[in-house]
């Protein structure tokens, strides 16, 4: 049985930072893919970034986050992190983690791809 388990969400002024854990259970550990979400009320939730759990990782961002959010995951790879830098009003959210088998580029960033999810954690950045 797969199950994750978000934390690290919390209430952050602008420019500031946060570090989202994920701790999964029942995944392979050398492929899947593990993925950020986010949602806010009354929109679709968006795919923030993933990481592949094989070899290389080859981790993919949404052109939202590039440069400020990097994705990681630990060696025994029961563990994914988001570590978010400069963060804005705009990165208000409930972030959800999400775990899949094997994806192909495109799909990696797609809701509909993940049958696995977290219950989420809440960032609130304030300006």
């Known amino acids: 049985q797969v199950q994750l388990v978000e934390s690290g969400g919390g209430s952050v002024q602008a420019g500031g930072s946060l570090r989202l854990s994920c701790a999964t259970s029942?995944?392979?550990?050398?492929?899947?893919?593990i993925a950020w979400f986010r949602q806010v009320p009354g929109k679709e939730r968006e795919g923030v970034a993933a990481?592949?759990?094989?070899?290389?990782?080859?981790?993919v961002y949404a052109d939202s986050v590039k440069g400020r959010f990097t994705i990681s995951q630990n060696d025994a790879k029961n563990m994914a992190f988001l570590q978010m830098n400069s963060l804005s009003p705009e990165d208000t959210a409930m972030y959800y983690c999400?775990?899949?088998?094997?994806?192909?580029?495109?799909?990696?960033?797609?809701?509909?791809?993940?049958?696995?999810w977290g219950q989420g954690t809440q960032v609130t950045v304030s300006s």
């Open positions: 999400a775990a899949a088998g094997f994806l192909t580029v495109r799909r990696r960033l797609q809701r509909g791809s993940y049958p696995y």
């Open positions: 029942g995944l392979t550990g050398n492929a899947d893919n």
């Open positions: 990481i592949w759990t094989g070899p290389g990782s080859f981790p």
